[in-house]
């Protein structure tokens, strides 16, 4: 297995896995770990990045170009081991591109490149999606970091909530179990003229909580001890907030262009919602940026 790509700035120290080019670790000065560890009687992951598609289909069939394609949750990207195009101290820039096996399940020639760039205590994460084709490339992208929740020993799950920049009213709509789609007819309240959402893993047994349509663009992740984190996810219009349904020992801040199939959907890749479409010889990027403290 190769070694972890490592970068870092003098308050904050990152390690990338070329497999997804996924993040793996994120520490402060002091070492002290804010990512999730992988441990799979809760959540096999860490960091995965989501492409060309965010959570699931319908049946894990889409149809695109009159054909049926299946492609697992979350897309591919995740599976494939990337190439390493450029590495500093402090930035390091992944890349996958489009082959046959890629094409069985995502007909379109695209580049794919992340790059990671440690700033203080700060940690950028950038999507660029290029399209080396020649027709139109529907596409979604996300991210989905998962952090220790507690982060300090002493502290419970119970001892952090979910802050939002500004007070928001908002519900989100229930996750189909076992299919993992988006049902919009059923909606539940989860901010009301308020910011904070307190953690407790109830919040959870029905899967994710999905907002569109915030006002905020930063959300953070606190515990009553002080520590904790700070996204700003300016680029996305959706952000998903997520944690094991067993009692996970973590929460992930999932920032999305685009989400798995609603109820209310055709199987038609290209009209799922918040999906983008690049025409071909373009790019477009998306970033976002996690805090440390």
């Avoid at 700035?9 to 070492?31: D, H, P, T, Y």
């Avoid at 189909?176 to 539940?188: A, Q, Y």
Wanted: proline share 6%; hydrophobic share 40%; aromatic share 10%.
């Amino acid at each position: 297995m190769k070694e972890r790509i490592v970068i870092q700035s003098a308050r904050c120290r990152a390690e990338i896995a070329w497999l997804g080019a996924q993040l793996e670790s994120l520490k402060n000065a002091e070492g002290l770990e804010y990512l999730w560890q992988r441990d799979p009687q809760w959540w096999g992951g860490c960091a995965p990045v989501l492409f060309p598609m965010v959570g699931a289909l319908r049946k894990g069939r889409t149809v695109i170009g009159g054909r049926i394609y299946e492609m697992p949750q979350h897309g591919l990207a995740r599976r494939r081991e990337f190439s390493l195009l450029s590495h500093t101290e402090s930035e390091a820039v992944f890349s996958l591109r489009a082959d046959e096996l890629t094409k069985k399940q995502y007909p379109f020639d695209f580049e794919l490149q992340i790059a990671y760039r440690a700033e203080g205590a700060s940690l950028a994460t950038v999507y660029r999606v290029m399209n080396r084709g020649e027709v139109p490339m529907p596409y979604a992208v996300g991210g989905h970091p998962a952090f220790n929740v507690p982060l300090c020993e002493g502290e419970r799950f119970e001892d952090y909530t979910v802050e939002f920049e500004k007070e928001e009213t908002a519900s989100c709509p229930a996750i189909v179990m076992g299919e993992g789609l988006i049902d919009p007819s059923r909606m539940t309240p989860r901010l009301t003229g308020t910011s904070v959402i307190p953690l407790t893993h109830s919040l959870f047994y029905g899967d994710a909580l999905v907002f569109e349509g915030l006002r905020s663009k930063k959300v953070t992740l606190r515990g009553k001890a002080g520590r904790g984190l700070t996204m700003d996810f300016s680029s996305f219009p959706m952000l998903g907030v997520w944690s094991a349904v067993n009692d996970g020992p973590f929460v992930a801040l999932e920032p999305w262009c685009g989400c798995a199939t609603r109820t209310d959907e055709n199987d038609e890749f290209a009209e799922k919602r918040w999906m983008r479409t690049l025409p071909p010889g373009q790019s477009e990027e998306f970033c976002y940026t996690v805090t440390i403290f």
